[in-house]
């Protein structure tokens, strides 16, 4: 009878033909993983490829959005929701718009159909001033109408128009500055939480809400507001000039109805969008050259983040020669 432990088991190095059985491993294991690699090549390669032709959709579909049209026509551009950079109604997205309504030769006016609260000053500033360049430039009129509201930044941007529409009960005005914020040092004591915040420059932690705020700071802050406020003034009466009756609430931030925003000089007349194309361009015809994120661009967007997130996911899972 043989021993028992001289028996060759199948990984034993002195087994017949191990080292054939090894390399066989070894090439198997190279070629899965040049399998492997080639799917990741073709992969990214027709990613890349979709990419390419979303993006080109969104070009293409972009540049027919904007139509031009030897017709007759009221050119509108809408402005809705907050007034910010990347929102719908940011600077880049309006700006664009209003020159591709200015520049077409059928367009008799432009009108702003005007829906929001507001936003950003510096937003509202851009579009101002490119109103102006635009009016100067092709000599064509631009009328601001507003729906629900037309309020702080909103107002800031229909002020460079030559006439303000609205509907009786539109809200209108609020011609004023805010900077808001909170702060916790009251609860913090209580609860016995103590804020550690380091800082290179005396003033770096400055409306940090878990920190006190100082006189100074404050004032600071108050100086600042007020040259926004007075940016925001000037604005108003160099576009409305002498229709503007100048009361002590008028630049307090204070809103008004429509009627009352006409009867104060901050608006012109009662009108809808139709009213102003058919009396006081006298083109019923209405184009939209609102500039919007359309499907293609969004996917584009998306698409591109999702190749990045599912190339990281499965590199982590890819197999591995150990």
């Known amino acids: 009878m043989s021993d028992p432990t001289l028996d060759p088991s199948p990984n034993d190095s002195r087994t017949p033909g191990w080292e054939r059985a090894t390399l066989e491993k070894l090439a198997f294991a190279a070629l899965a993983e040049q399998r ?11 990613s890349w490829l ?9 070009a293409l579909s972009r540049s027919q959005g904007g139509t031009a049209s030897v017709t007759p026509h009221t050119a509108v551009v809408e402005v809705k929701g907050e007034i910010a950079s990347g929102a719908s109604a940011s ?12 520049e077409d030769e059928g367009s008799q006016a432009v009108v702003l159909l005007i829906n929001s609260p507001g936003g950003s000053p510096v937003q509202a500033g851009i579009i101002n001033d ?34 303000i529409f609205v509907d009786k009960a539109s809200i209108v005005g609020s011609i004023g500055v805010l900077m808001d914020g909170f702060g916790f040092t009251g609860l913090m004591d209580k609860l016995g939480v103590e804020r550690r915040l380091l800082t290179a420059g005396e003033n770096k932690g ?26 925001f003034i000037a604005v108003v009466k160099a576009g409305r000039g002498d229709r ?16 009352q925003a006409i009867e104060m000089g901050l608006a012109d007349k009662l009108g809808s ?19 919007r994120e359309n499907v293609a661009e969004r996917l584009a967007r998306q698409f591109g983040a999702s190749i990045g997130e599912g190339a990281m996911r499965m590199l982590r ?5 150990r």
């Open 91 to 102: 600077a880049e997205y309006i700006v664009a718009a209003m020159r591709s309504a200015f």
């Open 273 to 291: 969008l139709d009213y102003v194309a058919r009396e006081v361009v006298k083109a019923e015809e209405i184009i939209d050259y609102t500039r």
């Open 206 to 231: 400055f409306l940090d809400p878990f920190s006190p705020q100082t006189e100074r700071q404050r004032a600071y802050a108050q100086t600042m507001l007020d040259e926004v406020h007075r940016q």
């Open 244 to 259: 503007i009756k100048e009361t002590p609430e008028l630049f307090s931030g204070l809103f008004w109805t429509g009627s």
């Open 317 to 321: 899972h890819a197999p591995a020669l």
């Open 36 to 46: 492997s690699a080639r799917r990741w090549k073709i992969f990214f390669r027709l």
């Open 50 to 58: 979709a990419l390419f032709l979303v993006v080109a959709w969104a």
């Open 130 to 163: 490119e109103i102006r360049r635009l009016k100067a430039k092709h000599g064509k009129p631009v009328y601001a109408v507003v729906e629900e509201s037309c309020a702080s930044a909103a107002y800031y941007i229909a002020a460079a128009t030559d006439e």
